[in-house]
C-alpha cells in the first residue's frame, strides 16, 4: 500500500469482552456443561460483540473510522492466535477438523485439557492479573491460516455498519511467549520459527485488506519486558525483521503496532524504521520517548490513559504528555495505555460505593469518555475541554483531602518499625520446634485452602447479604458446611486441614470486607483467565484492621479435629496485586500497612491456639517489573512486606506461603527471602519444570510442587501424580516436600474433587512406602 488512511483521534486498544453482567461467563460454562449449542453460544457472542460496538460509539468513538478494536475473545487472545495460525500441540492433533481448523469445543479443550492430555500452560499477562495460555512451539510446528475468525468478526461489524480494526497478537511477541514442545530438541527456541510464522500473518493480513479493513492492531507487549526468556538484541532484530517484511506487504491494512504495558526503550528506533503505519506508546508505565529517532513519519498512538487501574487521573496531565507526544511527529492520536480488559465495565453501575469515591474513578466506559474528551482537546485546543479538565482537577484535589486518605495512627505505627519486625529465628530451630509440635509424617499431604463453593453455599451468602438470612443462621450454614468439608478431609486421609472457606466469596475481597481503606464494588468484574471473572476491591485510603478477621473460624474447625488445621490468609502482594490500589503514594508503603493488619491478626490466630498458618502469595511475580532496574526495589518491598506479616510468630508456629501462575525462577531467591517454613507452588501445567529452579537455587525449607491442576475438571489418575512426586522427589530432598494441589479447590465440583484428592493421598501413601522400604536398616 502507498498512502496509510487517516488513524482515528482517539482510540482504544481493547474492551472488556464478558459483558457487564457476565454474559459471556455464563454462556461458556452452560455451554460447557452441554445446556446451550456451540450456535447458541456464537449468538452469544455476537450479540455482545454488538453491544460493545453500540455502546463504544455511545461513549464518542467512530462508527466508521477503525477507532472500535475488534478484541473480542471467548477464552484468551494468546490461545486466538495460535488457533489462527494453527500452532496446535501434536497431543491435540486429533482436534483439528480435515479443513484445517479447530471447532470450538477443540479450542476450549487446549485451554481446559481432555483425559491423560494436559491443557496448555497458563502464566501471568505480564504484570497484570490476566492470565495467557502458553503456545507450545517447535520444529514440528505447522504453521498455517486454519482460522479466518478475525476476518468473519470484522465482517460481522462491517455488515451492521461499523468498520472496526481487527486485534490479534503479534509474531514477534507470539513467539516469545511461547515455549518449546516437547517435541523440540534441546537449544531450540521458538523465535526460531520466525520466517515460517510471517508468511501466515501476511495471508491473514491480505484476507482482512479484501475485507476492507483499513486498520489492524498487532499487539507486541513483549518488546517491552525484559523479563522475556530470550537474548535482547534477538528479540529485537526479530521485531525489525518481521515488520519490515509484513510493512512491505502489496496488499494488507495500514499496520498499527500496540507495545502496552511499559517504554519499548531500544525497540523504539528498530521498530520506527520499518514501513508500519501507526505506533502504540504507553506513556502511563512508559517514558515520553523525545529523542528516539524516525518517528516524524508515524502515527505516534498515545497512550496517555491507564487501562491497568480504574482512578480518574490527572487529565489535564494527559493531555500535557499526547501534546509533549506532538513535538516528535504531525499525527498523534490518544489512547489508553492498554487493553481496558484489567478495569471493569461502568462506575455508573455501581450504587453503594458512596457519595465521594465515585467521583474519583473511571471504569472501563468514562475511561472511553476521557479518550473522546482529549482526541477533542488535542484537535480543537484546551479551551474546548476546559470544563472537563478542570472537573477532573477538582476531582483529584477532593481525593486528596478526604478524611481516611491518610490516618495518623496508621503512619505512625509504620514509622517506627526497626529490622527486627522484619525477621524470625532460625530456620533448623524453627524445624525442630514444628516437627516437634505438629507430628507430620514424611511427605504430608493438604490443600491450598478453598473447598468447592456449591449453589447452595452462594445462595446462602446472597440471602444472607439481602437480610433474608438472619446472621446467626449464616453462621450456623457456614459451620454445617465446614463440618462436612472436615469429616471428608479426614475420610480421604490428609495430614493437614483447612476449612474450606465457605463464608469467603474471594481470596482478596473477603479482606477487603473488613479493613478500613478498602471499598467493595457490585459489579466491578474482570476477567482472570477464561470464564473465571474477579471483582476487584478498591484500596482507596490507609489500612487498618478493626478486628479479628479469621479467628472464630479457625478456632471453630480446630475444634472439630484432632489434626492440625492451617489459618488461611492472604498475603499484602497479592491484596495490593488483586485490587484497585491507590496511585498517591509508593506501593511499599501501602504494603507494610497491609502487613501490619495480618500481623494482627496472625497474632490472634497464634494466641487461639492455631499452629499452621497460611499466607497466601499467588501474586508474588505477578507484580515484579518489566524492567531490571526495577527489580531491587520491588523485591525489597514485597519480601519485607511478607516477613512483616509473618515475622511476630514464635518458633513453633508453621508459616505457609503459596505462589502460583509465575516462572518462579525469576524469583526463586526472594521466595528463599521470604523464609516461610513450607511454600506450595503450581506445577503441574509446567511439568514440574520448578523443580529443577529449585534444586539450583539450594532451597531448603519445605516446599510443596503442586500435583493436581485445579483449573482443569480432568481428575489426574494415581500413575500421574505418582509420577510427578518422583520428578520432584528427584531433585528436592523427601524431608522438604509436601504434596498438595495447585491451588484452591473453590472452582471445582466435589465429585472430580473427591477423586483427585483421593488418589493424591494413594499415590503419596505408596511413595511413603516404597521409601520407607528403600531406606537404610
Known amino acids: 500500500m502507498t498512502t496509510s488512511p487517516v488513524f482515528p483521534s482517539g482510540t482504544i486498544l481493547g474492551y472488556p469482552r464478558i459483558g457487564p453482567r457476565r454474559q459471556l461467563k455464563k454462556a461458556v460454562e452452560s455451554f460447557w456443561a452441554g445446556t446451550i449449542s456451540a450456535a447458541e453460544l456464537e449468538d452469544t457472542a455476537a450479540a455482545l460483540r454488538q453491544a460493545t460496538r453500540n455502546r463504544l460509539v455511545a461513549l464518542g468513538l467512530g462508527a466508521d473510522d477503525s477507532s472500535i478494536p475488534g478484541s473480542f475473545s471467548f477464552y484468551d487472545q494468546v490461545l486466538d492466535a495460535l488457533c489462527t495460525v494453527g500452532a496446535v500441540p501434536a497431543r491435540y492433533a486429533s482436534l483439528v477438523g480435515a479443513d484445517g481448523c479447530i471447532d470450538l469445543a477443540g479450542y476450549f479443550t487446549l485451554a481446559r485439557g481432555e483425559g491423560e492430555n494436559l491443557p496448555l500452560e497458563m502464566t501471568k499477562w505480564f504484570d497484570s492479573n490476566y492470565h495467557y495460555l502458553v503456545p507450545e512451539i517447535g520444529p514440528e510446528t505447522v504453521f498455517s491460516l486454519s482460522s479466518d475468525r478475525i476476518v468473519r468478526e470484522f465482517a460481522e461489524a462491517k455488515a451492521a455498519g461499523y468498520l472496526t480494526r481487527p486485534v ?38 491480505q484476507r482482512l485488506a479484501e475485507a476492507g479493513a483499513e486498520w489492524v492492531q498487532l499487539d507486541e507487549p513483549a518488546l517491552v519486558s525484559e523479563s522475556i526468556d530470550a537474548p535482547r538484541a534477538e528479540a529485537v532484530a526479530a521485531l525489525g525483521w518481521a515488520y519490515d517484511t509484513l510493512g512491505r506487504l502489496a496488499t494488507r491494512p495500514a499496520i498499527f503496532v500496540a507495545a ?98 465515585p467521583g474519583w474513578l473511571a471504569f472501563a466506559d468514562q475511561k472511553v469518555g476521557q479518550v473522546a474528551t482529549l482526541a477533542r482537546g488535542l484537535s480543537e485546543g484546551r479551551a474546548a475541554i ?142 482472570s483467565y477464561g470464564s473465571r471473572c474477579t471483582r476487584p476491591s478498591i484500596l482507596w485510603g490507609d489500612v487498618s484492621r478493626p478486628r479479628p478477621i479469621t479467628v472464630d473460624w479457625s478456632t471453630y474447625t480446630q475444634g472439630l479435629t484432632a489434626k492440625p488445621v492451617k489459618g488461611m490468609l492472604t498475603g499484602p502482594v497479592t491484596i495490593l496485586a488483586w485490587s484497585f490500589v491507590r496511585d498517591d503514594q509508593p506501593l511499599g508503603d501501602t504494603a507494610r500497612q497491609v502487613a501490619l493488619a495480618l500481623r494482627d491478626e496472625i497474632a490472634d490466630l497464634e494466641a487461639a491456639g492455631i499452629g499452621l498458618v497460611q499466607v497466601d502469595e499467588p501474586a508474588l511475580r505477578e507484580l515484579l517489573p518489566l524492567k531490571k532496574k526495577d527489580h531491587a526495589d520491588y523485591l525489597d518491598w514485597s519480601v519485607g512486606s ?136
Open 168 to 205: 490479534i497478537v503479534g509474531p514477534v511477541t507470539f513467539l516469545l511467549l511461547s515455549k518449546a514442545s516437547d517435541e523440540a530438541p534441546a537449544g531450540f527456541s521458538p523465535l526460531d520459527r520466525l520466517d515460517d510464522l510471517l508468511p501466515v500473518y501476511a495471508a491473514l493480513l
Open 642 to 777: 511478607f516477613r512483616l506479616a509473618t515475622a511476630g510468630v514464635a518458633d513453633a508456629t508453621q508459616i505457609h506461603t503459596h505462589l502460583c501462575y509465575s516462572e518462579f525462577g525469576v524469583v526463586i531467591d526472594a521466595i528463599r527471602n521470604l523464609d516461610a517454613d513450607v511454600t506450595s507452588i503450581e506445577a503441574v501445567r509446567s511439568r514440574m519444570e520448578v523443580v529443577a529452579d529449585i534444586e539450583a537455587g539450594g532451597f531448603d525449607h519445605g516446599i510443596g510442587p503442586g500435583v493436581y491442576d485445579i483449573h482443569s475438571p480432568r481428575v489426574p489418575s494415581v500413575a500421574e501424580i505418582t509420577e510427578l512426586l518422583d520428578r520432584a522427589l528427584e531433585s528436592i530432598p523427601e524431608r522438604q516436600v509436601w504434596v498438595n494441589p495447585d491451588c484452591g479447590l473453590k472452582t471445582r465440583g466435589y465429585a472430580e474433587t473427591v477423586e483427585s484428592l483421593h488418589n493424591m493421598v494413594t499415590a503419596t501413601r505408596a511413595v511413603r512406602a516404597r521409601i520407607g522400604a528403600n531406606a537404610p536398616a
Open 386 to 527: 476546559a470544563a472537563e479538565l478542570a472537573a477532573a482537577s477538582v476531582a483529584l484535589e477532593a481525593r486528596r483531602n478526604a478524611p481516611g486518605v491518610r490516618d495518623g495512627a496508621v503512619r505512625a505505627r509504620a514509622a517506627a518499625l526497626t529490622a527486627d519486625d522484619f525477621s524470625r529465628g532460625d530456620y533448623q530451630a524453627r524445624l525442630v520446634a514444628q516437627d516437634a509440635a505438629l507430628g507430620l509424617p514424611l511427605l504430608p499431604t493438604t490443600t491450598i485452602g478453598s473447598f468447592p463453593q456449591t449453589g447452595d453455599i452462594r445462595r446462602a451468602r446472597a440471602r444472607h447479604l439481602t437480610g433474608a438470612l438472619s446472621a446467626g443462621d449464616y453462621r450456623d450454614l457456614m459451620e454445617a458446611e465446614i463440618a462436612r468439608v472436615v469429616a471428608l478431609q479426614e475420610e480421604i486421609g490428609l495430614d493437614v486441614l483447612v476449612h474450606g472457606e465457605p463464608e469467603r466469596n474471594d481470596m482478596v475481597q473477603y479482606f477487603a470486607e473488613q479493613l478500613d481503606g478498602f471499598q467493595v464494588t457490585e459489579n466491578g468484574w474482570v476477567q
Open 260 to 357: 502496552p504495558y511499559g517504554s519499548l526503550d531500544d525497540a523504539l528506533p528498530v521498530l520506527a524504521g520499518t514501513p508500519v503505519d501507526a505506533i502504540g506508546l504507553d506513556l502511563v508505565r512508559g517514558a515520553l520517548p523525545l529523542d528516539a529517532p524516525g518517528l516524524a513519519g508515524k502515527t505516534l498512538v498515545a497512550g496517555v490513559i491507564d487501562g491497568h487501574n480504574i482512578w480518574r487521573g490527572d487529565l489535564a496531565g494527559a493531555l500535557d504528555k499526547a501534546e509533549r507526544l506532538a513535538e516528535l511527529s504531525p499525527r498523534v492520536t490518544v489512547s489508553t495505555s492498554t487493553s481496558l480488559l484489567h478495569v471493569p465495565h461502568d462506575v455508573n453501575d455501581e450504587s453503594a460505593l458512596g457519595d465521594e469515591l
